[in-house]
């Protein structure tokens, strides 16, 4: 590592070894990694080339007034529906959240990542259960694995007492918790108005998604995300690629943009996201709950060279003892997708991640289209790498 008279902190991760040993590894917060000229070896990791978005490509905003409206609103179900089909992944505007109560959001959640490393630690702690809430970093599980350029905070804010005798809500900004908890309560209204469109946008019930979300005890995670500026923007990765384990994710971006790439058509693309507004994300249980006609996303987060980038993640997940599968709606249909219980599913969902392909789902596919599905994912995946592996520089 490159030599510099400034402390470099690090973070513990815990995590269970292929022998059952329970083991730490330090890694360093990147965050005090930011004024490196090189990037440390453990994070680097050549992700795949992105690709230009082709020019005939559209990924309109959904409109929500629409979306409430009477006039609009069968021709904006319509883009909802390909829009999410082709992306897995929409962003939104005239959603009726408070501008006030999202800037509040940016000043709490940059207030807490400028203060001394100590001072952060000295309110959140840092835990490998429960879903790896705290201040810290994401999943690490072996001493090889390469590390993401990222530092960040995770906690539940529903149901209602989830991280009660945690310590995962910053002391400071003293306002943290209060301005999370009222993003979250607004958001929620949003995210169940889109599990309606999107039920809607493919010939549902209305309510046959948000039936699932019973208000006391649906789980909305919380993750904020801060990516420094990183020397090797091309060797490294902010997050690694990978699929929600929610329903829907609603995400806060600012400071920059031009961060979440998304895997369309096999290619790696930039998401046309503007700053500061909100995107949301179709996670593994729309795709199961809509028997695979939605699909979540296979995205990533990359760094940048000269700048910060935030961003604030809302994981909206049924119950965790809900048992959820396939809607009917009427019609009979190819179930494509098993029942599973929501809190097993993240089990499984936590246990394997990360992968090199869209791994986690399989589990809750019929085990016939798992397999084809496993055989498609793999010889697309190595085309990929073929791709990639071609339009690299070759050494002299
Ligand atoms: O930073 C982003 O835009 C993506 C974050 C993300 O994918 C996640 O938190 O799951
Ligand atoms: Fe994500």
């Known amino acids: 590592m490159e030599n510099t008279d400034e402390v470099i902190n690090y973070h513990e991760s815990k995590f269970i070894d292929q022998n059952g040993l329970l083991q730490t590894l330090k890694i360093p917060v990147v965050q005090d990694l930011a004024r490196l000229k090189t990037l440390p070896r453990n994070f680097i990791r050549n992700p795949a080339a992105t690709d230009p978005i082709p020019a005939d490509t559209l990924f309109e905003a959904i409109d929500m ?45 940059k207030g807490f990542f400028e203060l001394p490393f100590e001072e952060k630690k000295s309110s959140v702690g840092t835990y490998m259960s429960t879903d790896n809430m705290g201040y810290g970093r994401n ?11 990222i530092d960040r905070l995770a906690m539940k804010a529903a149901p209602e ?3 009660d005798g945690l310590c995962v809500w910053p002391k400071n900004p003293a306002n943290f918790r209060q301005v999370i908890e009222k993003y979250v309560k607004a958001a929620r209204e949003v995210l169940d108005e889109l599990l309606q469109a999107l039920a809607e946008a493919i010939s549902l019930d ?18 904020v995300n801060y990516y420094p500026p990183c020397p090797r923007p091309d060797l490294a990765l902010g997050i690694t690629p990978h699929t929600d384990g929610s329903a829907l ?23 046309p996201w503007p700053c500061n507004t909100l995107l949301v994300n179709l996670g593994d249980f729309i795709e199961i709950m809509s028997n695979g006609r939605l699909k979540s996303s296979w ?7 000269d700048t910060d980038r935030f961003s604030v993640a809302l994981f909206y997940i049924p119950p965790a003892q809900m048992e959820i599968g396939p809607v009917k709606d009427g019609e009979p249909i190819d179930e494509e997708y098993k029942k599973v219980v929501v809190g097993e599913y993240l089990k499984h969902f936590y246990k394997v991640n990360p992968t090199a392909t869209k791994e986690a789902i399989m589990f809750a596919k019929r085990a016939d289209v798992a397999h084809r599905s496993r055989i498609k994912m793999k010889a697309e995946h190595l085309k990929m790498m073929m791709v990639e ?8």
Request: with cysteine; charged share 25%.
């Open 299 to 305: 995205h990533r987060a990359m760094t940048q060279s």
């Open 389 to 396: 592996h071609q339009r690299r520089p070759k050494p002299r």
């Open 161 to 163: 007492g989830a991280t």
């Open 206 to 223: 209305k309510g046959a998604f948000s039936q699932y979300f019973d208000q006391k005890s649906s789980e909305i995670n919380v993750r």
């Open 249 to 271: 994710t609603l995400l806060l971006q600012f400071e920059s943009s031009n961060g979440l790439q998304v895997c369309k058509d096999n290619q790696w693309l930039t998401v």
């Open 65 to 109: 007034a629409k979306l409430r409206g009477e006039s609009g609103r069968v021709s904006e179900l319509r883009k909802l529906a390909r829009i999410s089909k082709e992306w897995g992944m929409f962003t939104i505007e005239n959603h009726g959240l408070d501008p006030w109560v999202l800037e509040h959001v940016k000043n709490v959640v």
């Open 139 to 149: 999943f690490v599980k072996s001493e090889d694995q390469p590390l993401d350029w």
